[in-house]
């Protein structure tokens, strides 16, 4: 097992275990950590599992874990790995369970103020609007057919319903549709399980919050994102729910036998993978496109809800209670994107697993009005805490591959927040703070305490200490909806 005194510091926030480090190891491991940052790293399997990923096939120069990471299934939470894609792998465990869990960030023409009257009334109908819970029924109620299309369309399907705007599309990653999504991939379980929960937030780590916009760090971008002090925005942190969760334990378990197939040795069956360029790759792919396709189109059928909610609540009291859409980002995912290696363009399998895409300005990724200052990146913290709007950098496509952190990162299970935390107190505690809370049950919000989580603002600076985004703004709750 590796210690800290192995990691040699190669900058200021990076360290690296170089690959002789262990026999198996294709390339070295990275850290992007400060000091106590670093510390935390060997409290769990985060370092061992990161070694673990450096023996995947195809691995191009690192793998990475961004500074929110902690100990995950394969991949560490946090961790960004590239594969070639004619001899590298596809993996379950490097994308995650929660398939496109992203966060998507709304912005209002109203200030702090003038929705302080209304905020408990508008607290209540967004929780009755944006359906949460284990297992919850979502806002769409869809047939196997309609499934199928939505998961295909992505976005898009939501658009032709009237549930989308073109300006929602067009401030999503990928247009809010992802390339390739095949429906024949996805077992009859992940899709019963998927079609009663369109629109619907869960339970978790997923919240919905208003917020108000604390402290503007760059001006010159906070406005291209449309940005200002004092500013009333909502944030939206979901996934693709029981269908991304199904497509995972799916492939997880069938891909077991493919591994001995094509002879890859693994240390920790947990990174069961296939080969980008074979059948069971192709199909893992397919299926996965799908629940990101699935994901896109539950946040999106939510932010009409939270239109909707403010509507209800605000038509007559304010002068403009619309919402319009700064950025919806993903997580847990894999792309394929062009990055330069070793002085020339190469396609790679770029795995995301608990981090945030953050590619720089010029990209023809990034959406039209953002392409002269960068991709806006949305880090969210731990419940009743600080949030960060940051931007992408050019440097971050030569760190990370374009990639950066994308929460706190947590530091105590939840079963030792349960154990430690009581939701009762935590309750009021932020109520005190003039947070408005509502929630399933107490139980919950012990689980997403802050005490479980890193300090975000302390990620934050090192990501943008490290480059791999540059700070916008910081955002305060005001009020908080779990499930």
């Known amino acids: 097992m590796a210690e800290k005194k192995d990691f040699r510091r190669v900058d200021r926030f990076i360290w690296e275990l170089p690959k002789e480090a262990r026999e198996d190891m294709r390339v070295p491991a990275r850290l992007f950590a400060d000091a106590e940052l670093l510390d935390a790293a060997f409290r769990d399997r985060t370092v061992d599992q990161l070694i673990n990923t450096t023996t995947l096939p195809g691995i191009v120069r690192y793998a990475m874990a961004m500074p929110d990471f902690h100990q995950g299934y394969g991949f560490p939470i946090g961790g960004v ?53 284990v297992g919850g029924k979502g806002r769409v109620r869809v047939s196997g057919r309609e499934l199928d299309e939505l998961v295909t369309q992505g976005a898009r399907w939501a658009l032709k319903r009237g549930l989308a705007r073109p300006e929602d599309l ?51 971008v906070a406005d291209a994102f449309g940005l200002r002090e004092n500013q009333v925005v909502v944030q939206i942190h979901c996934g693709s729910r029981g269908f991304g969760h199904q497509v995972c334990d799916d492939y997880v378990k069938g891909l077991q036998e493919t591994v001995r197939k094509y002879g890859i040795q693994l240390p920790d069956r947990e990174l069961v993978c296939a080969p980008i360029d074979s059948p069971e790759g192709r199909a893992y792919y397919g299926a996965m496109a799908c629940a990101v396709n699935y994901a896109f189109v539950n946040r999106q059928v939510l ?59 010029g990209l023809p990724q990034v959406p039209e009005d953002y392409r002269e200052v960068g991709q806006p990146v949305l880090v969210p913290g731990s419940m009743g805490t600080a949030s960060y709007v ?62 479980a989580y890193k300090d975000v603002s302390r990620v934050v600076e090192v990501v943008h200490g490290a480059g791999l985004a540059c700070k916008v703004a910081r955002l305060r709750p005001l009020a908080v909806i779990k499930g």
């Open 170 to 220: 067009a401030h999503t990653e990928e247009e809010g549709c992802m390339p390739g999504a095949d429906p024949s991939q996805v077992s009859p379980r992940a899709k019963e399980r998927g079609r009663p929960q369109v629109g619907s937030l869960g339970a978790g780590n997923h919240f919905l919050e208003i917020d108000v916009v604390e402290e503007i760090y760059d001006p010159e």
């Open 390 to 451: 940051l931007v992408g950098t050019r440097r971050a496509m030569d760190l990370s591959w374009g990639s950066t952190c994308h929460g706190a990162g947590r530091v105590m299970s939840r079963h030792k927040a349960r154990k430690k935390i009581w939701g009762a107190d935590l309750r009021r505690e932020m109520e005190e703070q003039g947070i408005v809370v509502r929630a399933g049950s107490n139980k919950g919000l012990a689980e997403e305490a802050p005490a």
């Open 81 to 133: 790995a590239a594969m070639r894609t004619d001899t590298g792998v596809i993996s379950p465990g490097g994308v995650g369970y929660d398939i496109n869990c992203g966060i998507r960030l709304l912005g209002t023409y109203l200030e702090q103020e003038e929705i302080a009257p209304y905020l408990q009334d508008l607290t209540t109908v967004l929780y009755r609007a944006c359906p949460s819970g």
């Open 303 to 361: 932010a009409m809800g939270v239109r909707e909610a403010f509507e209800q609540v605000l038509a007559g009291k304010v002068h403009n209670f619309d919402l319009f859409q700064i950025y919806d980002v993903a997580h847990n995912i894999a792309k394929f994107e062009e990055h330069e290696v070793d002085g020339r363009r190469m396609r790679l399998c770029v795995h995301r697993k608990g981090a945030t895409r953050a590619f720089g300005p």
